[in-house]
C-alpha cells in the first residue's frame, strides 16, 4: 500500500477516485474548488476505469417538444410503468410536465429498468435551484419533493479505456451522455465512431458540472478540454472563452490556437448508445460517387437527424425515390438534403430556422432505400458535392492578441488531462 493524495474537483463519489488518477498537489490550480483526500490506495486501482458490469444506470436526457411523462421516462430507460402512473398522480412530481425543451433530466433505474430515482432542475435562478427529486424510499414506495438550493460549477476530471463500446466505457467511468455527444460532435470530423473505434482506445475529458451542495449533480455543463487516443493517435482539444467561464463566445480549439468549429457537422445523424458497439461493418454505406451523389449513414430507425449547419428549412415533406426529404438552404452558397426519414421532427416546416445539430427528424428507409439510413447531400449553388471532400469555410483561430490568455488556459486544460489520465504533467502539445 502507498499513501498517496490524490486531487478531485469537487466532492466526488469515492468509488470514482481512482479514475481521477494521482499527481502531487499542483498550486496553480489551487485556485479552483478543490477537495484534496488522502486515502490509502492499493496500486492496481490506479489504472483506469475497466468497465465493470453495474447494476444501476444513469442517463441523462433534453425534454423534447411534445415530451408526455412516458417518452421521457422511456428516453431515460425507465421500464416501471408504477414510476410513470406515480409522477403523472403525484402534485409535485407531475411538475416534470411544466419543464420547457431542452431542459436536463436524469434518472437512475436498476437493471430491470425500475426507477430508483429522478431529478431535475425546475428552475435556476443563479445561484438557486429549485429541484425536483423522486427517490425510492426504504419500503419500495416513491416520494416526490422539492428543495431550493445554492449550486456551484465545479471541474471534474475522467478517464475511461473503451472494452466494447464508448457508451459502455462512458458508463463506467459516470460520464453523463451529455458529454459523450459533445465530445462526439468536436470529434466526428477526425474519427469516424461507427467504424475506427478500436478495444484500448481510450480517453480523458475535463467538464463543468452544476451541483448541489449536497453533492446532487444538478446537470452536467460545458465539456471543456479532452484528449482521445484512437488507434494510437491522440486528437486534443479545449474549450476556450476569452470572456471567461460566464462568457458567451467559447469555441473549441486545438491546443496551438486553431479553431476546431466546424462550418458542416461531418456526421449529421446521433450517435446513440444502439449504433455505438463494435462492428456495425455489415452495413451498406455507400461512397460518394457520379451515380451516387450523397453519402449514406446506416443507423437503427428513429435515430436522431440533426441539422449540420445553421440554416432555413426550404424543403419537408415527400420527393420521389427520397421519401421523406429535409432540405436545408444554409448561409452562402450551401444547402443540405437528408432523405428516407422516418418522419420529422415535430412541428418542422418550410421557413423555420436551425441551428446547427437541432433533431430535424428520424432515420427511417422511405422512399427508395432497402434498409434504415440517412442519406445525406451538400450542394453547392444547386449541385452536389461530396461533403467528406468538399472545402467549407473555417472559423477564425485565436486573435494575438488573445493568445497569452489562451496559452496560460491550455497549459492549465493540459495539466488537467494529465491529472485525469494519471500521467505524469507533459507540456501539451
Ligand atoms: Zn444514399
Same mark, same amino acid.
Given at each position: ?16 477516485? +481512482? ?51 412516458? *417518452? ?33 433530466? *436524469? ?11 429522478? %431529478? ?9 435551484? %429549485? ?40 458508463? +463506467? ?24 473505434? %478500436?478495444?484500448?482506445? *481510450? ?55 486553431? *479553431? ?42 428513429? /435515430? ?31 444547402? /443540405? ?85 494519471? %500521467?505524469?504533467? +507533459?507540456?501539451?502539445?
Amino acid at each position: 500500500m502507498h499513501r498517496i493524495r490524490l486531487i478531485v474537483g469537487g466532492v466526488a463519489a469515492l468509488a470514482a477516485v +481512482a479514475a481521477f488518477g494521482v499527481a502531487p498537489f499542483a498550486p496553480d490550480i489551487a485556485d479552483q474548488p478543490v477537495t484534496r483526500v488522502t486515502q490509502a490506495v492499493s496500486l492496481p486501482e490506479l489504472a483506469v476505469h475497466e468497465e465493470a458490469a453495474p447494476t444501476s444506470y444513469i442517463q441523462e436526457v433534453r425534454v423534447a417538444k411534445g415530451d408526455t411523462i412516458a *417518452s421521457l421516462m422511456e428516453r431515460l430507460g425507465v421500464q416501471d410503468a408504477a414510476a410513470v402512473a406515480f409522477t403523472g398522480r403525484d402534485a409535485v412530481a407531475r411538475e416534470l410536465l411544466k419543464l420547457r425543451p431542452g431542459k436536463t433530466v *436524469s434518472a437512475s433505474t436498476d437493471e430491470d429498468g425500475e426507477l430508483l430515482w429522478l %431529478r431535475a432542475m425546475l428552475s435556476a435562478d443563479e445561484p438557486n435551484a %429549485r429541484m425536483l427529486f423522486i427517490e425510492r424510499r426504504d419500503d419500495g414506495t416513491l416520494q416526490a419533493r422539492q428543495v431550493v438550493e445554492a449550486y456551484e460549477r465545479r471541474v471534474v476530471m475522467r478517464s475511461a479505456s473503451i472494452q466494447s463500446s464508448l457508451f459502455a466505457a462512458a458508463d +463506467a467511468a459516470q460520464i453523463p451522455d451529455a458529454i459523450t455527444q459533445q465530445m462526439v460532435d468536436l470529434l466526428s470530423g477526425d474519427i469516424d465512431f461507427y467504424n475506427d473505434l %478500436r478495444r484500448g482506445d *481510450s480517453f480523458e475529458v475535463v467538464y463543468e458540472q452544476l451541483a448541489l451542495p449536497s453533492g446532487e449533480v444538478v446537470r452536467s455543463g460545458q465539456l471543456l478540454a479532452i484528449r482521445f487516443i484512437n488507434a494510437g493517435r491522440k486528437h486534443q482539444a479545449l474549450w476556450f472563452d476569452a470572456d471567461g467561464p460566464a462568457g458567451h463566445k467559447g469555441a473549441f480549439y486545438a491546443f496551438d490556437g486553431r *479553431s476546431l468549429k466546424k462550418a458542416f457537422l461531418k456526421t449529421p445523424v446521433e450517435f446513440t448508445r444502439i449504433s455505438s458497439g463494435f462492428g456495425n461493418r455489415n452495413h451498406p454505406i455507400f461512397g460518394y460517387s457520379h451515380r451516387h451523389t450523397g453519402i449514406d449513414f446506416a443507423a437503427p430507425s428513429g /435515430t436522431g437527424v440533426r441539422a449540420a449547419s445553421d440554416g432555413t428549412v426550404e424543403f419537408a415533406g415527400w420527393q420521389r425515390g427520397y421519401g421523406n426529404t429535409v432540405i436545408i438552404r444554409h448561409a452562402g452558397v450551401h444547402s /443540405t438534403l437528408y432523405a428516407h426519414l422516418s418522419g420529422f421532427a415535430r412541428g418542422l416546416k418550410k421557413g423555420q430556422r436551425v441551428t446547427q445539430g437541432d433533431i430535424i427528424g428520424f432515420v427511417g428507409s422511405t422512399g427508395n432505400s432497402t434498409g434504415p439510413h440517412l442519406h445525406y447531400e451538400l450542394h453547392v449553388n444547386g449541385a452536389p458535392v461530396n461533403p467528406q471532400t468538399a472545402i467549407l469555410p473555417d472559423a477564425q483561430p485565436i486573435a494575438a492578441n488573445l493568445m497569452p490568455a489562451f496559452r496560460a488556459h491550455a497549459g492549465e486544460m493540459g495539466r488537467r488531462l494529465a491529472l485525469a489520465g494519471g %500521467r505524469e504533467y +507533459a507540456q501539451a502539445e
